[in-house]
């Protein structure tokens, strides 16, 4: 059992709040994913989880011993922890054996027992022929499993995962995504990872926690976080969005500025922002939900990306790739907005910005 | 596109370059006054006489003491060098990766000590551990009642410990250096392996430390064995003598065949310091391990826990004996009349030896050569620094590597062995004739201290990215502009820094000074030492206090012009 449970934990250094007041309960098993732009909190979380930083307020469980709370502290070394850092960390003056065989040395496990686990682990990498090398001879992708299999070596029931894809290339990154989310599923163990990359969190997690400026936006499946995001910042940070002013009467949303409008049953009334994202628009062939005129648009082979100014404002459509043979920029189109999200404007202006 | 030269500079190659006329320049200086000299020297000691001889090495090595002076040389050296790097490697530690109380102050304090003339040290500790009236040995015995002086610094062990008490820092600061540049989490990975700090600390900061511990640990060899400020303070009042008092004894002796027997005792300092640069440029330097973090993390602090406070008491105690009560005996001797007695006592304070210092013609006259030559060597060394360091780091032009070496070689020879290598060439042998002039002392001291400067702007230079220079190009400004408008502006502040690190050891320096003044350009090193030796400690250690005073405020000063950077 490694479950963790977070309670009330803030943490601050001086005067900055980096996290405050974080709670959350991870299941055994389950591969958590703390997302968030950098500076967010998210990292100090993972070290407080495995013992580098102490939270300044707030208990921190794993499995069923404390580890944080005001009056009880277990370092590091006693949490039984796997970790991998973003920069690898793989000791430079150790063979790839020596590095994974350390967390068994340090426990002073027997030879045998510590070739054999050592083999095994490196195997489960993929780096079985590389054992007697030293870290300067390995790439980058290979450091990077030695990391891993250090991390692993020693039967972890929770796995810490800080950011450990970043450095890599991406169509390494890619591969690594689906290796270690294999790992986890062979070895049954509970995994926290750190990242900032919204594809890595969707892909591996079985659940997303949404962090901005250290308070935890929106917790959930990645299909949740995905197609009903709590809040602008959630809906904007995970994915593409576009957002408009509009206010709601009588069931029906005019976007401002515009004077299209959407039919809409939900609770919010008065003045809005809606969030339209880009793929849940397609081009229809008559009078539909939406109007405009095609901007301009990108050829890009699986998809067209297209820009359509909608009475003044522009949306940005993301449509099937054989509509850029059909329309040429300046054509009238018709629009089905499939799904939209709506959110009380609370001022947040990020999407006066250009969408990307 | 990183690596791209500076365009202008590199336009064709068929034409006359400028960089080439620097460098030729720059090494043609070097060959002159350092290369051939250092040669000279060498050849002289085997050709003594024209023809290959080895009769002076033998006469020379077997005179008994010279022998002894070698050997305690050795000793001295090896000791200070253990005991340095035992003092070093925990301090590095506990001030770098600890949550020792004060470990800002503490590093603030060993980092000044590096600048602060060694001999200090020595005038320090003889008037505490001498044997009839050493004021720490008179209150011990009172304190314990004891009926004999526990301490005596003239003896080996005494000057071993004023070694290490002034060239500990030297392996301080190299071993905080290499741990700030190691990643973190490479420790905080064994931390989360199941490692204690303890097994940490053993199985993998210190094996990766060991490079730096061991070029460190020469570091502070060489230097302990090519002083010689503290020998001949602490050392020859007790018949140790080591080379260096040798060499400079021999050369007092004035006659040719001293001079060969001189020459023949440096070129073992000399081949010594030569192995110990090549040892730490070469096979060391390859097996430091520089690991890239891929984020800049805080370091972990290892919490010391029940052993913080005891800790830091004895890092408190150690610093009080090595650095404070020193400096502050230094600056108590200079307000006594009566040295015998308690500046307590009525009428044992004054200020007259402050007085003499400002006042005294001879006194001024060497302040006035020392600042005139230290300043000298500083802008001449920072304007040849520059220019090396900019082709060194920003172009790829063909020999741009070899007045850096020669500048590291020339700060890795002992002053000893410059300084007698200058005299026995640059004494109207060989077309030139500088000797006894202020010039020969600038040259000698800008062979000694230029690579600090070097350091501090190539350091600058490199975290400047080619990019800023020329973003401002391709805005339109020449290359000449960018370069004042962008890099010189960026690197202003190193700049300065460096000038004051070549300037500040050779304002205060003894060991060419001793060597190379005339009756018209004594330095305030040699005033200095001629006053503790022979007339007045105090005004000697008036001198001294003005002098810490002045690397106090030089050091302050650097700390705010780089924030922090270069404090050294």
Known sequence: MAGIIIENVSKSFGETVVLSDFSSEFKDREFVTLLGPSGCGKTTMLRMIAGFEKPTAGIIRIGNRTVNAPDTFIPPEKRDIGMVFQSYAVWPHMTVFENVAYPLRIKRQDKQTVRQKVEQVLDTVHLSQY???????????????????????????????????????????????????????????????????????????????????????????????????????????????????????????????????????????????????????????????????????????????????????????????????????????????????????????DHRRILT | MRSTPTPTLNIDRRTFDPKWLIIGLIVVFLVIFQVLPLFYLVIKAFFPNGHLSLSAFKRVYTYPMNWSALKYTVITATATMFLGILFAFPLAWLIGRTNLIGSKFFRTLFVTTYMVPPFVGAMAWMRLLNPSVGTLNILIMKLFNLSKAPFDIYTMGGLVWVLTGFYFPYAFITISRAMEKMDPSLEEASRISGATPLQTLAKVTMPMMLPSIVAAGLLVFVTAGSCYGIPSIIGVPGQIHTVTTRIIDFVYIGSQEGLTDATTLAVFLMLIANIVLYVSTFPLAKKQFITVSGKSTRPNMVDLGRWRIPISLIVSIFALIVVIIPFFTVASTSFTVNLGKPLTEAGNLTLRYWERIFTRKAIISSARNSLLSASAAATFGMIITCMMAYLLVRTKAKGRKIPDFLITVGSGTPSVVIALALIMTMSGKFVINIYNTLTIMIIAYMIKYMLMGMRTVVSALTQISPSLEEAAQISGAGWFRSLRDVTLRLIAP???????????????????????????????????????????????????????????????????????KFSV
Request: proline share 3%.
């Open chain 2, 494 to 564: 190193s700049v300065v820094a460096g000038w004051f690190l070549i300037f500040m050891p050779c304002f205060y320096e003894l060991t060419m000074s001793t060597l190379l003044y005339s009756n018209n350009t004594k330095t305030l090193g040699y005033e200095l030492y001629t006053y503790q030796t022979y007339h007045s400690q105090q005004t000697a250690s008036a001198l001294a206090t003005a002098i810490l005073v002045m690397v106090i405020l030089v050091n302050w000063l650097l700390h705010k012009l780089t924030k922090g």
């Open chain 1, 131 to 349: 054992a007697q090398r030293i870290p300067s001879q390995l790439s980058g992708g290979q450091q990077q499993r030695v990391a891993l299999a250090r991390a692993l070596v020693a039967e972890p029931q929770l796995l810490l995962l800080d950011e450990p894809l970043s450095n890599l290339d991406a169509k390494l990154r890619d591969s690594m995504r689906f290796e270690i989310k294999e790992i986890q599923k062979k070895l049954g163990i509970t995994v926290v990872f750190v990242t900032h990359d919204q594809i890595e969190a969707m892909t591996m997690s079985d659940r997303v926690i949404v962090i901005n400026r250290g308070v935890i936006q929106q917790m959930g499946t990645p299909s949740e976080i995905y197609r009903h995001p709590v809040n602008q910042f959630v809906a904007d940070f995970v994915g593409k969005i576009n957002f408009f002013d509009a206010t709601i009467e009588e069931g029906l949303l005019t976007i401002t500025g515009t004077g299209q409008q959407l039919d809409y049953h939900g609770p919010h009334t008065g003045n809005v922002v809606i969030g339209i994202r880009p793929e849940n628009v397609r081009f229809a062939s008559r009078q539909s939900d939406l109007r405009g005129k095609l901007a301009s648009q990108f050829y890009l082979g699986d998809v067209n990306d297209c820009r359509i100014d909608i009475g003044g404002i522009l949306m940005r459509v993301i449509a099937e790739p054989s509509t850029y043979a059909k329309y040429q920029e300046g054509d009238e189109v018709f629009l089905r907005v499939e799904d939209f999200s709506v959110f009380d404007d609370v001022g947040f202006d």
